[in-house]
């Protein structure tokens, strides 16, 4: 049996590479609109839901290689184009380009030089250790282009819906004239991948690329490919799981992927499991396991959750709709749900006041703190564990009758209270589930015993 490291199953951090669960409908999206001469691409999603992990996985099956730049704020068009043309020195100086045994248009090449030799001669020029890096009159979108085309790469535009305003539009014209050069560079193409509403971004900014854009949305995960992760993962480490614990795992994970990656990484290290076990020994994970994995899941994740909330109650109404999505089922709940939740507490909502809550509640300037489905419709808290602490910061605040708006620091006691509180509930239900499968798991080892001796 091949051995393998935990940390190459279980990757809540990084995309699933051994362990990667292959989603047939949306991997047949992508893999159709890699290929397809002149059709650029948005992937979106909400976190978690898997996004770079398909895409990563959907490259290698298209192309030899590709370039990923990581959008952050503030981040400008001239920043994203300067980072692409740095990854790409790496195709355009390698031996083998330079040698002649790659075949690149001569005169792109030269051009690639004089590229370079402009922007390493204005930072040698430059008197201050922190200087603001210019694009070069020669770096523009087409020769930018042009140099894509001849390496044959693809660029990926990580967290696309992080760039704001003006720089965004000038990323959507570039991505219109590289659909236009794919006559010439068949393999020329910009992947974005980034949230719910970037596809709708970057039609807005350019209405002609409405049918030459391949919109791709990742939902989460269903509990069937979250129990594969987990059922995947623990075979190829050789561990035992019956299937009460996966379901409980499923349940904790709620559809987001890295949470599961989380959570079993987690439950390996509270049993010292390091790599695949020898076939000659016998780990099983029992609930006591997926107990200490989710205690320090909420250890590690605590000021996440509590800053998520404390910016999400910044908004006007927010505690109300809050509240009553966290008295809903954890898959979440239509506009109409919530409002007949509100009504039902002689609070007067109109649906178009509770869906701007929800939307501002869905942007990461109120904390990210819920998710829209588009097929279900339903509006649900984006992390598992959110809806868990509603419940609990709600109870202390109506328990301590918590009318008036709050100081920022009663808002900080009653989050750590509540926080404290959610760990002590999911430590008790856990426990009760740890008893039962101990007890169980003693029967059947008196069982097989008996039939031993027998």
């Known amino acids: 049996m091949k051995k393998y490291s935990v940390e190459e199953i279980f990757t809540p951090s990084s995309p ?12 047949k ?48 068009f001239d920043s994203v184009i300067l980072d692409a043309f740095d990854q790409l020195e790496s195709f355009y100086v390698d031996e083998k380009v330079v040698s002649g045994k790659i075949s690149v248009d001569a005169g792109v090449k030269a051009n690639f030089q004089l590229i370079k030799s402009h922007l390493t001669s204005k930072k040698e020029d430059s008197s201050q250790s922190k200087s603001k890096r210019y694009v070069p009159p020669q770096l523009t979108g087409s020769n930018l282009a042009k140099l894509f085309g001849e390496a044959k790469y693809c660029w990926v535009l990580e967290d696309f819906h992080k760039i704001e305003g003006e720089d965004k539009k000038r990323l959507t014209q570039l991505m219109k004239l590289f659909m236009d050069l794919s006559d010439t560079y068949p393999e020329l193409k910009i992947v974005a991948v980034g949230a719910v ?36 993962g623990c075979y190829l480490l050789n561990i035992q799981i019956d299937s009460g614990l996966i379901d409980d795992i499923c ?92 009504q039902s507490r002689d609070l007067r909502y109109s649906e178009k006041q509770i869906v701007r809550v929800l939307e501002n509640l869905i942007d990461e300037k109120y904390g990210e703190l819920i998710k829209y489905d588009e097929d279900s419709h339903k509006y649900s808290f984006s992390d598992p564990f959110y809806r868990t602490f509603a419940l609990a910061f709600f109870k202390y605040k109506d328990e301590e009758n918590t009318k008036k708006r709050l100081t920022q620091a009663e808002l900080n006691d009653i ?7 959610m760990r002590k509930n999911l430590s008790v239900s856990q426990g009760i589930a740890t008893k039962k499968t101990l007890n169980d798991k003693e029967a059947t080892k008196a069982n097989k015993t008996i039939k031993s001796d027998a």
């Not at 900014?205 to 990742?218: F, G, T």
Request: aromatic share 8%.
């Open 415 to 421: 989050l750590n209270y509540a926080f404290g509180a």
């Open 16 to 27: 699933a590479r051994v362990n990667f669960v292959e989603r047939e409908t949306i991997n």
């Open 197 to 232: 509403n970037t596809a709708r971004q970057v039609v807005q900014y350019d209405s002609e690329m409405r049918r030459r854009l391949a919109e791709i949305h990742v939902p989460l995960m269903n509990d069937a490919e979250i129990a594969k992760i987990v059922s995947n």
């Open 251 to 342: 349940h904790h994970s709620n559809g987001v992927a890295s949470i599961c990656h989380q959570l079993c990484s987690l439950m390996c290290e509270e049993m010292d499991i390091y790599n695949t076990i020898s076939e000659l020994d016998y780990i099983s994970f029992d609930f006591s396991n997926i107990s200490y994995a989710v205690s320090e899941y909420l250890e590690l994740e605590s000021d996440t959750i509590k800053r998520a909330f404390d910016n999400s109650l910044k908004l006007k109404d927010s505690d109300d709709i809050i509240y009553s999505l966290s008295r809903v089922d954890q898959n979440g709940a239509k506009v109409t749900e919530l409002l007949a939740e509100l």
């Open 29 to 76: 999206r992508i893999v159709r609109a890699l290929k397809t001469r002149g059709k650029q691409v948005v992937v979106y999603g909400h976190s978690g839901s898997g996004k770079t992990t398909l895409l990563e996985n959907k490259l290698q099956q298209v192309y030899e290689r590709h370039i990923k730049t990581n959008c952050m704020k503030g981040m400008s």
